[in-house]
């Protein structure tokens, strides 16, 4: 599946931190005395892509109520929570998903990393309770943050180190936008086709154990994620055949631009998807796709996977939110 980050840690300990740093700030001792350490549950299992060993971290979303209250203000001057403020506030760990509305499965607007230059802060103008619990550790929360800076976007609270479920003195507004389904076929090809150049004019490259700019791993099935707007860090080659609330099987005359073909079998030195694009004949013969393959990156060129005379053991698959 996906990229690297250190084992498990000490629930005690991530909440000890989240108690202690803001009182330690306020003594004025400098926070960043503290090492960030990376959040979320451990996202991975032995299904991982066909070139993937490494496990990726995120926010785990489970259902359940809003953790421990604390509304407390954080500074003086804070302002009415019916009027937009403005409030910066210390991050914590790395490797946070910053998402574009405010629904834990929406599309990665970019990452918070605490270690990084001018990611150990950011800057919210107003929350909003999805309902939806994020936890790490024994803190929990259910809101999340519309962040201006350093990235735009929505963040859950969890990653901001404060001791409250929620940001102290700003305000709540509306309710979580619906999920984002990853738009049409064509949509979903432009996004795959976006990759080939994302690198500076050239193509992404494969890894292992890496994520993109994005949020998605750089592996086969972190990039077919990446174009059906899956929530990152993406899926593996397994999930996007075997759940049914992603791909349905179908048959190779029935593809369309934008269906899968998938080698679900064996292991991570097996397994492989591609995107298909369109036939190159009427014999269907061969097939052009798009694709991110190893020691190559992001492709779009003529396969023959499932088809006669190719590798038997892709299968064709079509992405349900199509809705054909």
């Given at each position: 599946?996906?990229?690297?980050?250190?084992?498990?840690?000490?629930?005690?300990?991530?909440?000890?931190?989240?108690?202690?740093?803001?009182?330690?700030?306020?003594?004025?001792?400098?926070?960043?005395?503290?090492?960030?350490?990376?959040?979320?549950?451990?996202?991975?299992?032995?299904?991982?892509?066909?070139?993937?060993?490494?496990?990726?971290?995120?926010?785990?979303?489970?259902?359940?109520?809003?953790?421990?209250?604390?509304?407390?203000?954080?500074?003086?001057?804070?302002?009415?929570?019916?009027?937009?403020?403005?409030?910066?506030?210390p991050t914590w760990g790395t490797r946070w998903v910053v998402h574009a509305s405010a629904?834990?499965?929406?599309?990665?607007?970019?990452?918070i990393n605490k270690s990084a230059p001018g990611q150990d802060r950011i800057t919210a103008d107003y929350q909003v309770d999805t309902g939806h619990k994020v936890c790490e550790g024994r803190a929990c929360s259910t809101f999340m943050a519309h962040i201006t800076g350093p990235v735009q976007g929505f963040l859950s609270v969890v990653a901001v180190d404060i001791p409250q479920d929620r940001l102290p003195g700003v305000p709540v507004q509306g309710s979580p936008q619906p999920p984002q389904p990853g738009g049409t076929r064509q949509e979903m090809?432009?996004?795959?086709?976006?990759?080939?150049?994302?690198?500076?004019?050239?193509?992404v490259p494969y890894s292992q154990a890496?994520?993109?700019?994005?949020?998605?791993?750089?592996?086969?099935?972190?990039?077919v994620s990446m174009a059906l707007g899956l929530p990152t860090p993406g899926t593996n080659t397994v999930g996007l055949a075997t759940n049914r609330g992603i791909t349905r099987p179908l048959s190779l005359g029935e593809l369309k631009p934008g269906d899968l073909l998938i080698d679900a079998a064996g292991d991570n030195n097996t397994r492989h998807v591609v995107i298909f694009e369109k036939w190159n004949d009427d014999a269907h013969s061969s097939y052009t796709a798009y694709e991110q393959r190893g020691e190559h990156g992001t492709d779009h060129r003529t396969l023959t996977y499932g088809l006669p005379g190719g590798d038997a053991e892709f299968k064709p698959y079509r992405p349900v939110k199509f809705g054909d």
């Open positions: 599946m996906g990229g690297g980050g250190p084992g498990p840690r000490s629930p005690f300990r991530r909440t000890l931190l989240r108690r202690v740093i803001p009182a330690v700030a306020a003594a004025g001792i400098g926070i960043g005395a503290f090492a960030g350490f990376a959040h979320g549950s451990q996202v991975g299992d032995a299904a991982a892509d066909r070139h993937s060993v490494a496990r990726t971290e995120l926010a785990r979303d489970t259902t359940g109520g809003a953790g421990a209250p604390g509304l407390a203000a954080r500074a003086a001057g804070a302002g009415s929570v019916r009027q937009a403020v403005a409030a910066d506030f629904d834990i499965n929406s599309p990665s607007a970019g990452m090809l432009n996004r795959a086709a976006a990759w080939l150049t994302a690198n500076g004019g050239s193509q890496k994520v993109w700019k994005d949020g998605y791993r750089q592996d086969c099935s972190g990039y």
